[in-house]
Structure formats: structure tokens, C-alpha cells
């Protein structure tokens, strides 16, 4: 069993007796007065604030575990997770391409399919990262709706959701890109990117998808809103009625964080795979305005939990392992490498993470 342990900043009011120094302490004009190693006591902590020093590196022991191996193959659970991924797939690929050709949606199999299999997985340990794993070149449309599905019912948890209410915007999840099917093929399968006519083609997807399901017996509301507002945004920009944040139905909300979390994250033909890792950092950097700011900050916060543990590949073809993530960002954590260095990618802007090996 190797010690495992990681290096986390803390201010010299934060810090305490006992404490071991993960990183040399330097003054202000660069004399050193502590090596690492050292083991911090109370005058110690006094002299720190004498020599006006603000940060100190305190080292963490980790919980004990195996050494590293870089080369495990799948899990049972993830084998699982993958088969009953695949056989939703198969059902709403039969839904969906039957809706393009009768105009009718088959809701109470979707319904059924919701509850039935997505459920489970949805509450299958370690959902998020099986996720970020699952082989999704082809029938990109299909695949997008059963993720965008587990994302709401994942982030519904997250956010309180229970029962009834969990259910509708799982489905709503589900449908969110319905009316795709009553757009054309060559628009929705080209490669490349769409001219601005064929963009507002696209766009049409949301009203079409609302006049599919708006006077269906039983559907939810939310259900309805979902599917309509999914590209509204919290600053007014989306489409297709341009609304602002108090005016988009919170089920809207929520798909449109994971609408955009699992495009990013997917294979596209127009459009490479980002590692969880950067578009955590994309969101963040570039979207925070456009998203309900409590429902993105609940996502993120949670969702950086998945990421420990992962073994990822750095951009100089190490791989390496995640072992801590920062209070917010979780685009540059500490990795360490098979080599046994910690990198704290933080500090070290030269290398980022460029894709995820394994969860
Ligand atoms: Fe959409």
C-alpha cells in the first residue's frame, strides 16, 4: 500500500499547530524559513506572521489504497451499466424514428422507458463517469437524449427533486430534442458546420417538438416547457422566444445545463471530445451568464466529485491520477503521475488534461 497524499494551500490564520509543510515557506524577499517536513507549532505559526507570511503548502495524507494500476479493464458494474445503456438506446431509437415517419410520439413507452431502465441507471454508482466512457460515435441524437435524460435525473436529485416531479423532468429530459425528428436529415446528420439557413432550420426543433406533445393526454406541463425553452436563456439570448431567466421553466433550467455539459463532452462529427475536466472549465468561463447560476453552481459543485480518482492523460502523453480538485475549478487538479510527481495543474499552466483514460 503506498501513502497517498496531496498539498493544499491554506492562509497562516487557517493553519494549525500540528500541521506537517507540504512546500519550502519563502519570506516575502525570498529568504527561506521553513523546509518541508517541518511540523507546525504554535510559535512557529506566530514567527510565520512576523515574517509577514500570508500562504503556507500544508501536506494531507490521503486515505491509504492500492498502488496505482494504470491498465484495469471495465468493472462488472460498468459492464452492466453499458449493456442496459445500449438496450435504452435501442428502445428510443425505434420511438424516435417511428415519430419522424407517424408525427405521434409513443408516450407511454417512453414513459415506461423512463421509469423502467433509465431509473436504474440514473442511480448506478459512479453514473457520471460510466458516461463520460460510453462509446457514442454514430446515432449521436438518440445517445444525446438518454444522457441528457440521466444528467436531469442525476442533477434533479442533486437539486431535491423526488417522486412525481423527479419523473417528469427525467421524461422531459428524455424528449427535450424530439422535434429533431421532424427535421430534415441532411440538416440534422451533415457534417460540418450549418449554414445560417440551415441554423434556423435546426432551431425549429423546439417548436416542433411542443407541437408534437402539447395536446397529448396526460402529458405534464413542465414536460411541455422543457422541451419548448431548453435553449432559452438566463440572459435572454436563446431562442426560439429570446425570454430571460424568469420566464424560462425551471425543467428548462436544468436540461439546458446538461444539454450543453453532454454535447461537450461527446464525440461529434463536427466537433472533438473535450474531457469532463475542460468543459467544467468552459461552463464555468463561458456560459455562467447564460445558466441559472444556482443550478450550474450545484452541478459543478457535485459533479467534481466524480473526478477523483480518475486516471486521465496529460498533454506531454503522461497519464496520470486525479487526487485533488480546487474549491471551485475543477479544470486543473492535482495529478500524480505513474513517475510518483505531484503536479498541481494550477500552478503549472504549461500542461492540462487533454482526455480521461479511465473512471
Ligand atoms: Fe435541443
Known amino acids: 500500500m503506498a501513502a497517498r497524499y496531496c498539498i493544499k494551500p491554506y492562509s497562516v490564520s487557517e493553519a494549525e499547530a500540528g500541521m506537517e509543510i507540504g512546500r519550502m515557506v519563502l519570506t516575502p524577499d525570498d529568504k527561506v524559513i521553513l523546509s518541508e517536513g517541518t511540523i507546525l507549532t504554535d510559535s512557529i505559526l506566530q514567527g510565520l506572521q512576523f515574517w509577514n507570511v500570508t500562504t503556507v503548502f500544508i501536506k494531507q495524507a490521503l486515505p491509504a489504497e492500492p498502488d496505482i494500476d494504470f491498465s484495469i479493464p471495465e468493472t462488472a458494474v460498468q459492464k452492466n451499466f453499458y449493456e442496459d445503456y445500449e438496450n435504452t438506446i435501442n428502445v428510443v431509437k425505434d420511438a424516435f424514428t417511428k415519430t419522424r415517419f407517424f408525427k405521434d410520439v409513443a408516450l407511454n413507452t417512453l414513459q415506461d422507458l423512463a421509469n423502467n431502465l433509465i431509473e436504474p441507471l440514473i442511480n448506478a454508482h459512479g453514473v457520471i463517469n460510466h458516461m463520460n466512457l460510453v462509446r457514442r460515435q454514430d446515432d449521436y441524437t438518440f445517445h444525446h437524449s438518454v444522457n441528457v435524460a440521466i444528467i436531469c435525473g442525476v442533477l434533479g436529485k442533486w437539486l431535491g427533486y423526488v417522486g412525481k416531479e423527479w419523473q417528469d423532468l427525467i421524461l422531459a429530459g428524455l424528449l427535450h430534442d424530439i422535434g429533431k425528428t421532424q427535421i430534415p436529415l441532411e440538416i440534422l446528420n451533415k457534417p460540418g458546420k450549418l449554414m445560417p439557413e440551415e441554423m434556423e432550420i435546426m432551431q425549429l426543433h423546439t417548436t416542433r ?32 422566444l429570446a425570454v430571460p431567466g424568469d420566464q424560462i421553466h425551471r425543467y428548462a433550467k436544468i436540461i439546458a445545463v446538461a444539454d450543453i455539459y453532454d454535447a461537450m463532452t461527446s464525440d461529434r462529427v463536427y466537433h472533438r471530445k473535450s474531457s469532463p475536466f475542460a468543459v467544467v472549465e468552459m461552463v464555468v468561463g463561458e456560459m455562467f451568464n447564460k445558466l441559472d447560476p444556482e443550478i450550474v453552481t450545484i452541478f459543478l459543485n457535485n459533479v467534481r466529485d466524480y473526478f477523483i480518482g480518475n486516471i486521465v492523460e496529460l498533454s506531454d502523453g503522461r497519464q496520470a491520477e486525479v487526487i485533488y480538485l480546487g474549491q471551485f475549478m475543477a479544470a486543473r487538479p492535482i495529478v500524480v503521475t505513474e513517475d510518483k510527481e505531484y503536479i498541481d495543474l494550477e500552478c503549472n499552466k504549461t500542461l492540462s488534461i487533454v482526455k480521461v483514460i479511465r473512471a
Do not use: A, N, W
Request: cysteine-free; charged content about 20%.
Open 209 to 240: 417538438g411542443y407541437k408534437l406533445l402539447r395536446d397529448k393526454p396526460g402529458i405534464p406541463q413542465g414536460v411541455i416547457h422543457g422541451i419548448l425553452q431548453h435553449h432559452e436563456r438566463f440572459d435572454g439570448s436563446g431562442y426560439p
